[in-house]
């Protein structure tokens, strides 16, 4: 495939990533459906048709996206600091390690522990200590962000 080929299904998948991060975000100020249901089952959707069009799909796709969606049905609101840190500690590194049937599949070890860590750090910092002039909504679809950029591109 071409170079410019190449750039077009980046884009692509940038695009599905900020899409799932907005339906993230629609779960923090909506229904919690939107976070826990739908940007799973969107998500899993688009890693498929990346994975068919790449003539890679696995079944562990789909793993993912029910890891995923079980991960996000962890709750992390909390009073006090400590309790803030562990709850997001427990859903950022449960979201992150819902990608290793994906590092398994495609032997991407050193991006499963590269998204690990920016899950688990991404939900305690930008949830723990929002400085998003957005407030909720920027940490929210940042969150949603780090969640999904990096599992697009395993596939």
């Not at 299904?9 to 975000?25: D, E, N, P, Q």
């Amino acid at each position: 495939m071409s170079e410019g080929g190449q750039l077009g299904i980046w884009v692509l998948k940038m695009v599905a990533v900020v899409g799932c991060a907005v339906l993230y975000r629609l779960g923090g100020w909506m229904n919690k459906v939107w976070r826990r249901y739908v940007m799973p089952l969107v998500y899993g959707v688009v890693l498929s048709g990346f994975a068919v069009y790449h003539h890679s799909w696995s079944w562990t796709i789909l793993l993912y996206a029910v890891l995923l969606s079980l991960a996000l049905h962890i709750g992390y609101g909390a009073e006090g600091i400590k309790d803030k840190i562990t709850k997001r500690f427990i859903a950022g590194s449960l979201a992150g390690l819902a990608a290793i049937p994906l590092a398994i599949t495609y032997h991407l070890y050193a991006i499963l522990v590269f998204h690990i860590t920016i899950c688990t750090m991404g939900s305690i910092f930008l949830g723990v200590w929002n400085e998003s002039k957005e407030g909720a909504a920027g940490e929210e679809a940042t969150i949603g962000l780090l969640y999904t950029v990096l599992p697009i591109m395993m596939v």
